[in-house]
């Protein structure tokens, strides 16, 4: 039990680790317009590592003859290990196309296999700053959060306040 909770921490303080190391050194994100743009670099390559690692458990557990002699083994030990790496690459693909784009007149944000969202420039009502986060607040109650994992965010952010 103390080696999972141990596990686990290390695991989060790792991919926390790996998330800064990946956006540190990039401030300015464009597309090929030149428009400022946030998006996500580290969880596309981290999800996908990770998914490779539970279904690598959770194979491992089918294999194993005990699992199968005991009701409950397989469904704890074996499928919901493979259920998670199923939900780690379907992440990666949300995360690889998830776009943030700053235009002349609005925020456009890309992400499938959701539909593209357009927020106009005219109807941001205030920016707020909550720690390293930063909220767009537009009127009938509309937010835009921007993490501080997302790559560019410095630039995007001095680029609105610009406009």
């Known amino acids: 039990m103390l080696r999972a ?9 790792l991919f926390s680790f790996l998330m800064w190391l990946a956006v540190w050194g990039r401030e300015r ?3 090929a317009d030149g428009n400022p743009t946030l998006r996500y670099v580290a969880p596309k390559f981290l999800m996908p590592i ?19 002699r005991y009701a409950g083994n397989l469904e704890i030990l074996s499928y919901t290990p493979i259920a998670i790496a199923i939900l ?21 944000i890309r992400r499938w296999p959701l539909s593209t ?10 920016m707020e700053a909550k ?4 909220i767009l607040h537009f009127y009938q109650g509309r937010k835009l959060v921007i993490y501080p ?8 952010i001095e680029r609105l306040k610009a406009q």
Do not use: K
């Open 88 to 108: 780690c690459f379907v992440m990666s693909t949300y995360f690889s196309s998830y776009r943030v784009i700053l235009r002349a007149r609005t925020i456009e």
């Open 131 to 134: 720690g390293r986060q930063m």
């Open 29 to 31: 994100e464009e597309d």
């Open 50 to 68: 990770m998914g490779l690692i539970f279904l690598g458990v959770g194979v491992y557990e089918w294999f194993e003859p005990r699992n199968h």
């Open 149 to 156: 994992n997302l790559s560019g965010r410095e630039y995007f």
């Open 117 to 126: 969202v357009e927020y106009g420039l005219d109807q941001l009502q205030s």
């Open 5 to 13: 909770i141990l596990l686990s921490a290390i695991g989060s303080a």
